[in-house]
């Protein structure tokens, strides 16, 4: 039954050989993008994983067998375990809850107004727990939380737990019961797209305990990963998470920062990165310059690591530098467009990629959706192509035929269009038949927001090509910066999902 399984094709992972799956059922509370994949992968690993989410549509989704999001590999794992009855979804979260020593919590964490994280559900969560507390608990803190958290969950199941019937409660008077229970932090660093991939494969796993139960249950969960453990206090762990973040988020801003320079100075920002990333105390990672980062995670997880930070009156001007910097890629990257068009008012565009990134149909932050706003309140008409995000891009911008269009391919999206765009790097995008692609354009003006395509090679096809801090002398520093706060002004109208 287990052959052929994902596990079964990784060196180095080792499925538990015994039957504690049975007897220890983990409940994964939330079915997003960090629970389902989760969830799926302790399934793998030989655990009973009760899949819990209040939201009864996904759920039904679940059960029906199909995944709720796109995501590499996870509709096979999704299938299997639902067939080896290991992976069980639930919307009766209460009855998981009861069955399960070990809670990981994944509910989401979105971004408040001012800033902050948005912590409602997760304090929902603490409540509901407090209330069924048959036995020892482990709860596991994996959403994105600002350094602390940890501390105020514990708070909130102590206080509830005591007016639980549960805990010897009676007509409004507290209960003398103690609860039992340990808050663990296991920030994930699953990167959307290889989600399934980075949960086999951590280069490490973050564990915040206190005391020696939660730190021998969750060593027992990741030993047969085979990777580094960093065993540390709550507020660290919740600490690391941010932080590694806010650092990929400062790499991507300073070669963005770079390449404007480039831009400036005719020099060519790929080769920049490829020349301070070979040092390894740089590393090439995350030094790809483009129209920036996007997602659920990077722009609000900074937003609120900046927030933790003002709170507490440490400075942090690095961190609003690399939001600011982050802010002005669209502008920078329609400035180019609209160099080489002049007037954007009734020309059409076709538009490739409308994700965040390659490999999911998540579109949430990305700049896709904010370049099309854009090019929209400029009276241009699109013609939009993803492989996979269709369908949530039509929530955001629904079809209205002539001016916004959804097409079938790349190659339909470029018909009469008086230039394109890249705006996701997929692989397709990459191999496309760029000879018949311009063919089917009215103008060959192609605009490269992911530096995904050979500058030479583009030129030979007849394209005017413009890409992003590959030396097009057009824009100064000076004026890159004044849009910042321009920038600035247009996220706030937020055009995300
Ligand atoms: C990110 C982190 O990489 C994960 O480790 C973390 O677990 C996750 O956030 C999270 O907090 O849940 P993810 O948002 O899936 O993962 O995507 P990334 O691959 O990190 O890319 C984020 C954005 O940065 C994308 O819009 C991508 O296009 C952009 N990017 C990335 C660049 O512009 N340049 C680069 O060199 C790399």
Redesign the pocket.
Known sequence: MLRGGIVDKMPGVRRRKTKANERNPITVLGMG??GLPTALGLAELGWKVFGADDAVHKIEQLENGQATFYEPEMQELLTKHLASGRFEPTHDVQAALAASKVVFVCVGTPQRDDGAADLSQIEAVARTIARNLNGYKLVVEKS?VPASTAERIKRTITRYARLSPANGARNGQAGVGAAHFDVASN?????????IR?FFHPDRVVIGVESEQARELLEQIYRPLNCPIVVTDLATAELI?HS??AF??T??SF??MIGDLCDAVGADVESV?QGIGLDPRIGR??????????????PK?LRALIHLAEEHGVPCGILSEVESVNLD?VEVFLDKLRHALWVLQGKTIAVLGLA???L?D?IR???ALRVIDRLRKEGAAVRLYDPESMPNAQAVFPEIPGRVDYCRSAYEAARGAHAALIT??WDEFRKLNWTKFREAMEVPVLVDG?NLLDPAEMRDAGFEYLAMGRGSRQQSAGKAHSRGRHARAVERERVGA
Not at 187 to 195: I, M, N, S, T, V
Request: aromatic share 12%.
């Open positions: 993008h960090v994105t920030p994930e660093f699953l990167q959307e797209g290889k989600a980075d998470k590694a973040n990929l988020s790499k991507i070669i963005n990165a990672q995350f030094l790809k310059a483009g129209i920036g980062f996007g997602g659920y995670c990077f997880d890629r965040f990134k390659p999911t998540d932050e990305a700049p996701t790097e992911r």
